[in-house]
């Protein structure tokens, strides 16, 4: 792989999402040497990949460089591979590029959709977690507009125009708000030869409520925001087949649709080579301790959406989102740092900012610590809290701009099918080799 | 194809470019009924596609959704389909959604790259004429970099880092000009693990001068700038073989390279059939007369690139840029309208506005009809016109933000690999289904 060897002991994080970067940069210029390793060449802002699916946003101010981000740090190395395997005894990890020794590995590399082993499912439906995924579904809500335009046959017709969203938690309520939101404003101006009336946004969830881990409260006013903008609600149902026309559910109910996104899941990234006993979290994520040390290692951590750092109050872990990655990230690359300098390390304690979910033009519901609201102001803090934490001063001018466009417009420029998604193409192609 | 019958003419326009949209503009709230075939469901900016291989813009801000520019246009059409065939006779055209009748055809297809019949390089080299082969190429130049660092083979490495650009008119000089600079800016910022000075870009003209359809003043200062940059350039020698590694030409001289860009020639977009007679001009392109009607038929035209009006003084037609193309499409809506109340066409005549080329931060070269310059001003001048020319007030704040960032920081942050490149995978998903 082509890293020269140091004078220090290297650090090797695999995965530049929020956990990745957060280390990395905690660790520059500190006494080691570091090498990041990612599929990609560029951070994802996964918080924002809906607005790309529904053509609100450019994929590119949701991306940032990651060599960008360690440029003009000392003895680090990016490399752009996959990673296949961790020899522990040999302290090793195997890539597509080739082996790497680590002295300390890090594994920040997410998760990735979970079908729960159902094939119909993982084969026709739409996944969302990767900007390559985003852009793929793009394509086909629109290709499934122009298509509905060419048949005569009403039954085709409203199963292209219906979309079938799974999974209520914050991913499939947003999803369901931009699509209800296209319906309103776009569609009957964009294709005046279509009834896009009849165009229906389904949420299926299989919990009791929408955004099962925020306050009662945020998911009462979720639905109520979700059905004033038209969106279909149902809860407690499990869509459990689906042929890429038909989906069946544990009920009598069926919908006929052409484009089915399936956001009721996510496991940890596999990677061959760790005991069965350290993937035993929900998902198989990472089982890790107080100081993220990988359950059965010594030397191998785990941080971010992977980690399940459980306790009696949190069976799960922390929630998946961005604020336990960073922290998790920053508070590792300190405890790394004490342990050459052979101080103890730290058990990591988790600042709960809170969680929120935007469901439309002026319509978010925010939980904070001590105090939760919903509507326009939650709508403002949404906004604010998602540039902040967006990378890079130019994706934030961007983005602020398209959000400011779209709410003056009542608009979404990016309606472009840039690539065609064919359904049953080879899948490595558009989703695996490039996600 | 589901298109209504309507009480007014019906006027088919194959393509959604300059030409295709000005005239779909005019015929707005005229007694006709119009309907817009695409094969992509948005207009492509073509001069800007060079920043979006280098990695300065977004696809999406050099892009514009078709269907928003005919919102509100009563009576009008569009189609996102591929045209395969034109039935003169029975005045029909067949597409890949069926076949469609018209009263008049306006064929606005523009061109493709024109290999001339080589395969090899047909097979192994990039184009750069749509928004999906300006993302391979993009994918592929920095694939190509991070590849680079792999390899402890000098040889290799050099022609990893080796580009080769055929092609000297503005397309060539654009794209070389960008890639000195990212070489320059970028690249030891972002592999201080890689000798980049050794990263070549080459330009391979096989005409006398770069720039031949501008003035001799406009090709010297051309030339000058991009070896300022450090760009070879190469005069009167022709790539006549390339297998993907080694380019040979008509001289001694080989490049070792894995990156062949081809930018040295266009063909008219292929229709079948048309008689041969019509396709005789230069690549192919639809021999025309002055009212842009397409030689031996009474209702078919030809406007933008793929139309040749030939005179004594320009034996090849006007340029192929986008002011000929949108002065033809009104020109022809007023003729059609014209033509529909019994009154006389008339003969199209191109208001000159000069042409221009930017090869880098500051550098740029005009030819105006009555003065030329070159230099800072002519860069500020060549801003202003694309801003000007690029659709959408949107598209247009996103570019101009982009370009102060980009002059500011010496930067370029769209450096994404979003989905990668890979030599020899179906080149209809990566180019053709997709271009």
Redesign the interface.
């Known amino acids: 792989?082509?890293i020269?060897q140091s004078s220090f002991p290297r650090v090797v994080i695999i995965g530049g999402g929020f956990a990745g970067l957060s280390l990395a940069k905690s660790l520059c210029r500190k006494e080691v040497q570091v090498v990041l390793i990612d599929k990609?060449?560029?951070h994802t802002f996964q918080p924002l990949l809906y607005q790309v699916s529904t053509g609100g946003l450019?994929?590119?101010?949701i991306?940032?460089?990651i060599?960008?981000v360690l440029?003009?740090f000392p003895d680090f190395?990016f490399?752009?591979a996959e990673v296949e395997q961790v020899d522990p005894e040999k302290k090793t990890i195997v890539t597509s590029?080739?082996p790497l020794e680590y002295d300390s590995l890090v594994i920040a590399a997410g998760t990735e959709t979970n079908f729960f082993g159902n094939t119909s499912l993982e084969e026709n439906s739409m996944a969302m977690k990767t900007?390559?995924q985003s852009?793929n579904l793009r394509s086909l809500i629109?290709?499934n507009f122009?298509n509905a335009?060419?048949?005569?046959d009403l039954h085709k017709r409203d199963a292209l125009m219906n979309f079938v969203i799974v999974g209520g938690g914050p991913t499939g309520v947003e999803l369901a708000g931009a699509l209800a939101e296209i319906k309103k404003g776009i569609l009957p101006?964009?294709?005046p030869?279509l009834d896009t009336r009849r165009a229906q946004i389904n949420l299926v969830q299989g919990a009791s409520r929408l955004l099962p881990a925020m306050s009662e409260q945020a998911s009462k006013k979720a639905e109520d925001f979700l059905e004033d903008l038209g969106v279909h609600v149902w809860k407690g149902l499990r869509v459990t087949e689906y042929d890429g026309w038909t989906a069946k559910t544990n009920d009598k109910t069926q919908f006929e649709t052409a484009a089915l996104i399936w956001a009721a899941g996510v496991k940890g990234v596999r990677l061959e080579g760790l005991t069965q006993a350290s993937c035993q979290g929900k998902g198989g994520r990472l089982k890790v301790d107080t100081f993220n040390q990988v359950e059965g290692y010594q030397d191998i951590y785990a941080i971010g959406d992977i980690a399940e750092m459980s306790s009696e109050e949190l069976p799960y872990g922390h929630p998946m989102m961005a604020q336990p990655a960073l922290q998790q990230g920053r508070h590792l690359g300190k405890n790394l740092v004490a342990k050459l300098e052979g101080k103890a390390m730290k058990p990591f304690v988790y600042n709960d900012k809170g969680s929120m979910a935007t469901i439309g033009r002026n319509k978010a519901v925010v939980d904070l610590p001590k105090f939760r609201f919903q509507g326009i102001f939650a709508w403002y803090v949404w906004m604010f809290v998602h540039l902040y934490f967006l990378i890079?001063?130019?994706?934030r001018?961007?983005v602020f701009?398209?959000w400011v466009?779209n709410y003056i417009r009542f608009?979404r420029?990016?309606?472009?099918?840039?690539?065609?998604f064919?359904k049953g193409?080879p899948k490595e192609?558009y989703d695996s080799?490039?996600d």
Chains 1, 2 share one sequence.
């Open positions: 792989m082509n020269p990609h060449n560029y450019e994929p590119d101010s991306a940032y460089p060599r960008k440029q003009g190395y490399r752009l590029i080739g900007i390559p852009l629109l290709q122009e335009l060419l048949t005569d101006k964009d294709y030869d890079g001063f130019r994706n001018v961007v701009i398209n466009y608009d420029e990016a309606r472009l099918i840039i690539r065609p064919q193409y192609l080799q490039s």
